[in-house]
């Protein structure tokens, strides 16, 4: 660690302009990154949880809720995130809670970042979900006196053999770590393979979602969605939005009454989808723009994906039907929602199997979406069926969470 320390502090110091520059063009971000952080007074002890984005974020929520329930007396809770969108997530809980919970952007790891953000804290607990590891970050929380937890922790064959490969860092750093909380058995045996430290078993936290009651009819009248099937494609990946623009001709040519609601995975990609929707003759209004009916709806807003999931009755999960892992289908499932999934969802094996199992979800190769689409608008019993099977499964893995806040308590 003490060589790893030195070259970061070496690289850190040429890296001065470019930070610089950072936080001439984006202060209010890049104070925080470099550990200018004010957190209000209190006198209560800390606990620190820190997720890199949203679906990390929306997993710990119920949780950290759950926590301040029991302990909000006792502990000042802090909340850190890699992405912007997860510190606006975060925003909303702290927002409930504002007696209780601070939300910061989390330091770059480097020495003097780290150092000044841990000291301005003072974490006695700090737990980190799923994979977080971050070696410095996690050095001067121990050096601080901080107990130091994973929960909801996942790691892949893929991440283990590079933690192998620079094991000087990341063996020294997981000896850090006093207890790992496993979303599985094969993640739990994935990280015997790097530590001795406790690892138990204590389920995947993303069951124990925990999202908002929306106002159904409220949205649809907002949104101007008149349809009866309305089919949701959530975080769409390059080539899929071609595959909702067939969709879109199949059913219309099927004298389907339908609107699809499509929401990219990445709003930078916004222009390039528009352009592909008129080049294939899809007629579509933007989300900030609708002004009537369209028999697709562009969502080009964050967070805006749970409610197009609530007033559906189809929904089609993004990142599955080409090879980028696949996006949790959990967010539909918590709807009670009949799902439609490519082949490909390595990220989310879990879920995937869980609700699988259940009848809860379809998995299709991307040549048959229309027909499998299809089926369910003709079948409206069997849209019913998955949806109760899909709600059922969520229900069922709502251990995870006391799992975990038990774990937790065992070093308060």
Known sequence: MHAYLVLISFLSFLLIPFFLIKYITNPIEWKQRLGFIKIP??????????????????????????????????????????????????????????????????????????KRAIRKISPDILVIAETEIWPLFIHYAHKDGAKILIVNGRISHKTVKSYKRFGCIFKNTLKLIDEIGAQTEEDKHRFTELTENTVEVTGNLKFALHLPDYEVEAIKKEWHLTSQFIITFGSSRPGEELLVAELYHFLNEKGVDFQILLAPRHLQRLDEIEKLLTQNHVQFQKLSEIFSPAPLLLIDKMGELTKAYAVSEV?????????????????????????????????????????????????????????????????????????????????????????????????L
């Open 41 to 114: 007074h209190h006198n209560k002890k800390t606990i620190w949880f820190h997720a890199a984005s949203v679906g990390e974020i929306n997993a710990l929520a119920l949780l950290i809720e759950k926590f301040i329930e029991e302990y909000g007396t006792q502990y000042y809770v802090v909340i850190s995130t890699m992405t912007t969108t997860g510190h606006e997530r975060a925003k909303s809980l702290a927002d409930k809670y504002r007696e209780n919970i601070f939300q910061i952007l989390v330091p770059v790891d480097i020495p003097f970042a780290v």
């Open 315 to 411: 929904t089609l999960v993004g990142g599955s039907f080409y090879d980028f892992t696949g996006h949790n289908p959990l967010e539909p499932a918590y709807f009670s929602k009949p799902i439609l999934m490519g082949p490909y969802y390595s990220s989310c094996k879990e879920s995937v199997g869980a609700l699988s199992s259940a009848g809860a979800i379809r998995i299709v190769e991307k040549e048959n979406l229309p027909e499998a689409v299809i089926d369910l608008y003709q079948n409206p019993h069997k849209r019913a069926e998955m949806g109760n099977r899909a709600k059922e499964v969520m229900e069922q893995n709502m251990g995870a969470l006391d799992k975990t806040l038990r774990m937790i308590e065992d070093f």
